[in-house]
């Protein structure tokens, strides 16, 4: 028996290019070491019993789905994610002719925003589970100088366990106009005997296996036949987490000439990859508050003591009576709560918030962070604009020897903005 260490549980991520479907081109390929995903499996049944009963008869099963917790240390290479996840899918601009790209995330005010779902993977070489559907319903960034961190959640669609970390390698075999002949199959050097052109899976997988450098469990072959349909070929066992090499030769192929086989890597196999250490840290971070949309990031605030972030609400599951969806089937946008709390030094300008709160003034609000340089003149960023209002006054205090006031500020939509947040990233994400 194989125990499970704690310390060893990695996550693992990709985006979905449809939502609720596995990323077939890339599988989970992208590991994260800065935010965490701790998996929380949600499970409801009802017990019931009949009359006279002291016992439960049974219980019958409601509702399952997976949530996931978000903490840890906020990367800018890594947090383009969740915030794809929540605001918006971004489209990456080069910055310049270097390794910087900037991500543009603008939630619209009136309309549906186009987000990205994720897969997500948590577990060991042992043992693992994995999630489709994945969306960030919460997030939050909490600063200030004794640390930054993210927080918030995930909700997903029912878990899968007993799955594999691996990217396992998937490739296409597709077999055209054949009506006669055969084929072969060339793996890392080692070529199969003939294989008849109508062959089913189970037959392709059977000529695989007999090559001394694929033993039984290596290989899996799903699909076909071979003149009818795509088999698809995917490389597990010993063979797993490798890129595999593998051709086709079609010449003995036989139909109207127009006959011929082709092997397409669907997906290719490996580990999953570590973006580059891009940590957001307190020094990297300024404030601003000013009075127009146009002019925001002018005033500086010297004396804000802390600043905090937060989303939720952002979807809600769409349960239906349906037996071919054994969770959520789809993810609507709900009504979002959306705040910035700012605790300021109460001296004259942190007083002065006062006012804006009893005559309901807009603020504009930017937490920008600007980490190590890229390339040229372009840095890690991570901006945040926002408009708000101040909703919450909270009562002068001590914070740390220091006289401090603390305001919340709901986020509001100005038509002259026309936006309430608009959150710029620069780091060295090409392409989600």
């Known amino acids: ?14 985006p979905e290019a449809t939502h609720g479907s596995e990323p077939t081109t890339r599988g989970a390929n992208i590991r994260l070491r800065s935010i965490r995903l701790t998996p929380q499996p949600q499970f409801e049944a009802e017990g019931y019993r009949g009359m006279g009963q002291k016992f439960l008869t049974g219980a019958s099963v409601r509702r399952e789905w997976m949530q996931w917790a978000i903490e840890g240390q906020p990367d800018y290479n890594e947090l383009i994610y969740l915030l794809a996840s929540i605001l918006g899918t971004p489209t990456p601009t080069q910055q310049g002719a270097t390794a910087a790209y900037k991500s543009d995330f603008t939630p ?15 577990g060991d070489e042992n043992e693992a589970l994995e999630a489709l559907y994945n969306l960030v319903t919460e997030l939050s960034l909490t600063f200030n100088r004794s640390g930054i961190e993210v927080g918030g959640s995930i909700i997903g669609q029912r878990l899968t366990d007993d799955v594999e970390l691996d990217i ?27 294989i008849v052109y109508n062959a089913t899976a189970d ?25 009818t349909a795509d088999v698809l070929i995917e490389f597990t066992g010993d063979l797993a987490r490798q890129n595999i090499t593998i051709t086709i030769d079609d010449a003995l192929l036989t139909g109207d000439g127009s006959e011929q086989g082709t092997i397409t890597e669907t997906r290719q196999g490996g580990v999953a990859t570590e973006l580059e250490d891009a940590p957001i840290e307190p020094p990297h971070v300024s404030i601003y508050l000013d009075t127009t949309g146009a002019g925001i990031g002018v005033t500086q605030l010297t004396r804000v003591l802390s600043a905090e972030f937060n989303l939720s609400d952002r979807f809600a599951p769409g349960w239906f009576l349906n037996r071919s969806v054994n ?33 309901g003034d807009k603020r504009f609000i930017r937490i920008e962070c600007i980490g190590p340089l890229i390339e040229s003149t372009y840095y890690y960023t991570l901006q945040f604009d926002l408009c708000g209002e101040i909703t919450e006054v909270d009562e002068p205090g001590d914070e740390d020897a220091i006289y401090a006031i603390g305001y919340t500020f709901s986020l509001c939509y100005d038509p002259t903005w026309a ?4 959150v710029d990233l620069i780091n060295k994400i090409a392409t989600l």
Do not use: Y
């Open 1 to 14: 028996m194989t125990e499970r260490a704690t310390i060893n549980q990695v996550v693992q991520i990709a």
């Open 108 to 122: 619209d005010n009136d309309a549906e925003d186009t987000v990205t779902s994720l897969f997500i993977q948590h």
């Open 168 to 194: 396992t390698e998937i490739d296409t075999l597709i077999i055209e106009n054949a009506t006669g002949g055969t084929f072969v199959l060339t793996v890392n050097g080692q070529t199969t005997a003939n």
């Open 203 to 227: 037959a392709v997988q059977t000529a695989l296996e007999t090559l001394s450098n694929i033993a039984p469990g290596d290989v899996s072959c799903s699909g076909g036949p071979c003149n």
């Open 327 to 359: 969770s959520w089937a789809c993810a609507v946008e709900s009504e979002p709560a959306a705040t910035l709390a700012l605790r300021l030094m109460a001296d004259d300008t942190g007083m002065d918030l006062l006012d804006n709160a009893r005559e």
């Open 419 to 422: 936006k309430a947040l608009d």
